[in-house]
């Protein structure tokens, strides 16, 4: 069994009031680490096995038609553990 | 008797529960979040709405606000604490209260005229309704689904501490029906559903939210 | 790439400039070197072509809404008339209320959240501008037919959207419509509308003036937010296959503008502005034209000083940015300290970003280097204004009437009714509504599904105002002229079903391409219809929108022209509501059934459109909205008639509380027998119900405004019993709340 | 410049309805690679030069106490590009 990751980020144009949320929040609670945040989803898919070619395509659909909007979002697919 | 309503940025119902504390006959008090100062009041409730847009998680960054140490120092003292929906999250993630308030199940934000029951009436806040007691007040939220591990719980059950719990249908996906719980101490309550919304019967589905400010005046008349 | 100044302008006057691809046409293009003396720089071009864009500067419009101010009523109650970000009405005891729709639509159907969020967002800060606390929204909807794949992504997103924003900004949403038809699959329509309170001398205008006053921009930082959307997107048909011409998204951020109202209103409260503008369409193009065109002419402004979220950002692209959430106000400079405390106070960014200058000229300097210079009134007012050809379109020769069945038996009548209730557009909408807070502020006292949203606005005199919105699409597909006509009386009826005086109208036009005369043809007869009954009814249009180009290759949007009238009742307390309130009760129909199927859901149903619409029987109709708030302390309660006919009303009156009725029906005394009586949709006609030792009061008020009631039945039992067909209110529930849900999930 | 990825994933135990609505819409439109789903956030974290140990443990502690809740969720901190 392997976990694919996928990430969907909000295309950096694209107003990310989440990310700002958090980045304006860290120098409140005392962190100075961050230059900048973004906030985007994940999901983790469990597929059986290693994950063949045509399933990995399969994943690269589903992330740019379902899993993100391509007009404001990006995705990048991950194969996990 | 002076009860507070902390407005924190994005507070929505602030002006509805300082208008529920005027009519159950007490001095609402209005306090900010940026201020430590909690104006001498007697109590304070978190109202409802969408603090800091409720980005990152609901309440996550409000816990933070000067306002939330001095209240949270307060309550650990056993000063009474209500918090509706976005005042409920603030409670949990100050760890004042247990567990969590996650997406709804439906994965839509929900408002609807929500049947509950009464199931501790032994809070400040609780105090004038009956157990067991049905009423009908507005729920309005998009992460009102309580969640808490199994122990967790286990502890609430058998404490008796599920202050209120939703009646007919559960509209969320909470664990155990839970819509509203206290503290072990009983002086910090939070619930989902919306009190300060059900006071008139002009503006709200009943008036049995009232019975929230005014238990809380009994109580501090009582003290 | 080079800055281009006014000074390289001049100097090289033959560069070549991409007009075309901004939306200009060659004269348009010719007139703006006119105006200038020279060719534009790339920040001028930018400007003109977003101002003279159809969405900013009505150019195919602008020629019919005139009609508005020559038709207009008098009216004491109107402060501020069209023109202004919104019109204000007086309502007494010194309150003001300002409202207004506007349409998002083609943002919508390309991010339909986004699109719908930003749609309520920028009809929020309309109705601030003007200085008012805004207290509620609605949003009138339309999608392609429900069943269609694109409608189930569409019509989620969106719903979430108006929610997820609305319900930010702790504005209840008390009404709207939900309404499907195969002509806005790829053309979705949201509309938004806003209304909003104020004291008479808080009124806000947008308007510069007082040489050394200070241009502030405050709210959101500045980014590449719906580049060319305005000009681009509003002005050409969205072509799927055309990716060049999509806009970039303007995503909102609903608690930024949560603080910005919060901040602007005790920015009023002080008294601190002289003038101020939202920040919506064309951005700061269209704010810094617009407020120094409406003040006396003369404002420089720094562009290198507007803060911005992507540093990338040219001086052209910082012009017609339409990022969300920043507004601009026009402040004394000894007023600026306590404005910038205000604005620290919750954290909203504000930066000084110019002045208001003695000269004639709108400035805009870059770094030092000025990149615009032109009279502001050249592109914020006279913008081009265009007479397109208009020809009555041909479908008008081709209706037929319909032709429909009779409903002789009692299985008959029940299923058909179960059907039609069933319907789509007839069903429940409260997978829609509930996903809208409607309790937030606890002013609401009536709300979906309740025939007009009403809001208290004072809670010791009980001083209150209704909203309602209505278009009857088909109505104005079949005869625009009447059509608008009988959208305007339906709000009016919904207003004064539930013990509101109207007032004062907005409205939102929708329409296809202002390029085919037959779309024009349909908009010109609409306005005409709009101005005449406004004018018939006495009442002031106060603002309103178009958006033309909902169209889908070559078929238009049916005609939707989207009224909204805006009433005041004393006291909130005595507001009538739809709902069966008890058994025992007398139900009653007040108004006469004729034979109107054309354009009805129930012939929609049976696959048939029609061929006329209802004529307005105006005169009719005022004694209704007299009748109806002189008899309302009679009222149990009281349900307008409208799209479904008896059949529908029946149904919402009953299933509110659960209480059955029992009613004969006199099908040989109207012409459509039976069938008419249940499902047709003639105007005019509210179900009622009253306790029986009222019934000769109100027999007595009938009679003196000339208007007929007809005795129904009486409530009461746990079913609707229709001649002989009994519906258990299970059975009507059922098919009456399943099908939004079962569609949408 | 390195970017910091901090995935915020619910724990098992938790209802994910989010995660659900994805695996339950993948196969409607022909999807059949996912097992489960779980659906969580992540955020890009800017920060200035490779981090330092210190500002490493100085994220880890942003993680754990604002970016999650640790009463419903686990998160992983990756260094990224
Ligand atoms: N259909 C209409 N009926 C009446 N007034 C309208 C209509 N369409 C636009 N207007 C008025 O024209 C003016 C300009 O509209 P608009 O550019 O949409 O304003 P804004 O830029 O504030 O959105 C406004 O005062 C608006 O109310
Ligand atoms: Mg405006």
Redesign the pocket.
């Known amino acids: 069994m392997a976990t694919i990751v996928v990430e969907v980020m909000l295309k950096p144009e694209i107003l990310d009031p989440q990310g700002q949320a958090v980045a304006a929040a860290l120098p409140r609670l005392g962190f100075t680490f961050a230059k900048a945040v973004r906030q985007g989803k994940c999901f983790e898919i469990e597929v059986d096995g290693t994950p063949s070619a045509e399933q990995l395509s399969d994943i690269e659909r589903a992330a740019e038609t379902l899993l993100s909007n391509p007009v404001i979002e990006t995705y990048v697919v991950r194969v996990g553990a | 008797m002076r009860i507070g309503v902390v407005t924190f940025p994005g507070s929505l119902d602030d002006s509805s529960a300082l208008r529920a504390i005027r009519l159950a006959g007490g001095t609402p008090v209005p306090l900010f979040h940026a201020s430590d100062d909690l104006m001498e009041v007697e109590a304070v409730v978190l109202p409802g709405g969408f603090s800091y847009g409720d980005y990152l998680r609901c309440g996550a960054i409000s816990r933070f606000a000067p306002i939330m140490s001095s209240i949270i120092i307060a309550a650990e003292h056993g000063f009474p604490v209500l918090g509706i929906c976005n005042g409920f999250q603030i409670l949990c993630e100050s760890h004042l209260l247990p567990g969590a308030l996650t997406r709804n199940q439906g994965l839509h934000f929900v408002c609807t005229d929500q049947p509950l029951t009464v199931e501790n009436i032994s809070t400040p806040w609780t105090s004038g309704y009956a157990l067991g007691q049905r009423l009908v007040i507005p729920i309005k939220n998009g992460e009102g689904s309580f969640q808490a591990s199994a122990e967790t719980l286990i502890e609430l059950e058998s404490e008796g501490r599920v202050a209120l719990r939703y009646a007919d249908k559960n509209p969320n996906g909470s664990k155990n029906e839970i819509a509203g719980i206290t503290n072990a101490r009983g002086n910090v309550v939070g619930v989902m559903p919306h009190p300060e919304q059900a006071v008139e019967s002009l503006t709200g589905p009943s008036t049995d939210g009232l019975a929230f400010f005014t238990s809380i005046l009994q109580s501090l008349v009582g003290r | 790439m080079a800055l281009d100044t006014v000074a390289i302008a001049s100097e090289q006057p033959n560069t070549l400039q991409p007009w075309r691809e901004l939306g200009l046409k060659e004269d348009e293009y010719s007139r703006i070197k006119e105006i200038l003396g020279r060719r534009p720089t790339a920040s001028e071009l930018a400007m003109y072509s977003v101002m003279w864009s159809e ?4 150019k195919s ?1 602008k020629v019919h ?1 005139k009609q ?1 101010g020559e038709k207009a009523p008098h009216s004491d109650a109107l402060l501020v ?7 204000v009405v007086d309502i007494g005891q010194g309150y003001a209320v300002t409202f ?1 729709i ?1 349409s998002h639509n083609h943002p919508s159907f390309v991010e339909p959240y986004q699109g719908a969020a930003t749609g309520v967002g ?2 929020v800060r ?1 109705i601030l ?1 003007m200085g008012a606390r805004p207290i509620a929204v609605m949003d009138p909807l339309r999608f392609g037919l429900a069943d269609a794949p694109d409608t189930r992504r569409v019509l989620p997103g969106i719903v979430a959207g108006v929610g997820g924003y609305g319900n930010c900004l702790g504005l209840p949403n008390i009404g709207g419509e939900v309404v499907f038809d195969e002509t806005y699959a790829g053309n979705p329509l949201v509309n938004a509308l806003c209304v909003g309170v104020m004291r008479h001398e808080d009124i806000k205008l ?1 308007t510069a003036h007082g040489t050394g006053n200070l241009v502030v921009l405050f709210g959101a930082k500045t980014g590449g937010d719906g580049i060319g959307g305005v000009s681009v997107l509003a002005s050409e048909t969205f072509a799927s296959g055309k990716a060049a011409k999509r806009p970039s998204v303007q995503v909102g951020d609903p608690f930024a503008e949560k603080v910005l109202i919060e901040c602007s209103l005790e920015i009023f409260a002080e008294d601190l502005v002289i003038g101020i ?2 920040l ?3 951005g700061l193009s ?1 704010a810094t034209s ?1 407020l120094a065109s409406a003040g006396s002419g003369g404002m420089s402004i720094q562009l290198d000083k507007v803060p911005l979220r992507d540093p990338s950002l040219s001086p052209e692209e910082i012009l017609m940015s339409e990022s969300q959430e920043r507004m601009c106000a026009i402040i004394e400079p000894a007023k600026l300290s306590r404005f910038m405390k205000i604005c620290k106070k919750w954290d909203v960014t504000a930066t000084v970003i110019g002045e208001v200058t003695a000269g004639k000229h709108l400035e805009i300097t870059f770094n030092g280097e000025l990149i615009v210079d032109v009279p502001p009134r050249t592109v914020a007012h006279d913008g081009p204004v265009y007479n397109r050809p208009i020809a009555k379109p041909a479908y008008l020769d081709s209706l037929v009437p319909t032709e429909l069945p009779t409903l002789d038996t009692p299985d008959a009548i029940k299923a058909e009714l179960l059907s039609l209730i069933a319907a789509p557009n007839i069903a429940d909408k409260s997978w829609v509504t509930d996903q809208y807070d409607r309790y937030v502020q606890g002013n609401s006292v009536l709300a979906q599904p309740e025939d007009s949203g009403m809001v208290r606005i004072d809670e010791q005199t009980h001083l209150g105002v209704a909203i309602s919105t209505d278009a009857n699409a088909r109505w104005s597909y079949l005869d625009p002229y009447n059509g608008a006509k009988l959208a305007l009386l339906e709000s009016c009826r919904n207003i004064a079903t539930t013990g509101a005086k109207p007032l004062a109208v ?4 929708n329409f296809g391409s202002p390029e085919d005369p037959g779309v024009m043809w349909q908009f010109a007869e609409t ?1 005409r219809g ?1 101005a005449d009954i406004c004018l018939e009814m006495g009442l002031p ?6 958006s033309f180009y909902n169209q889908t290759g070559a078929v238009a949007i049916l005609p939707t ?1 989207v009224i909204g009238v805006l009433g005041v009742i004393q006291d909130v307390r005595a507001r009538t509501k739809m709902g069966i309130p008890s058994a025992g009760l007398q139900l009653i129909q007040i108004g006469n059934t004729g034979d109107n199927f054309s354009g009805s859901e129930w012939a929609h149903l049976h696959g048939q459109m029609g061929d006329h619409a209802p004529t307005p029987d105006v005169g009719t109709e005022v004694r209704l909205i007299e009748l109806l708030l002189e008899a309302q302390p009679l009222f149990e309660s009281a349900h307008d008639l409208s799209d479904g006919g008896l059949a529908a009303a029946l149904t919402e009156a009953t299933l509110r509380n659960n209480i059955g009725a029992t009613i004969g029906l006199p099908g040989e005394f109207i012409p459509g027998g039976v069938a008419a009586a249940l499902f047709a949709e003639t105007p005019g006609r509210v179900l009622i119900a009253v306790d029986p030792i009222n019934l000769s009061a109100l027999e007595v008020l009938a009679a003196k405004y000339e208007i007929p009631l007809h005795a129904l039945g009486s409530t009461g039992g746990d079913a609707l019993v229709i001649n002989h067909a009994s519906i258990s209110l299970t059975e009507l529930r059922a098919a009456y709340t399943e099908t939004l849900p079962r569609l949408f999930g």
Chains 1, 4 share one sequence.
């Open positions: 969405h900013c500067s009505y419009s809404l508005f008339g069209i023109g202004e970000n919104a019109g207004k506007e920028g009809i309309d501008t947008a503008q939202d919506g369409g064309a269209c617009e907005t409205n939102c036009l306005v709009l249009v106060t603002g309103g929108n178009v022209p």
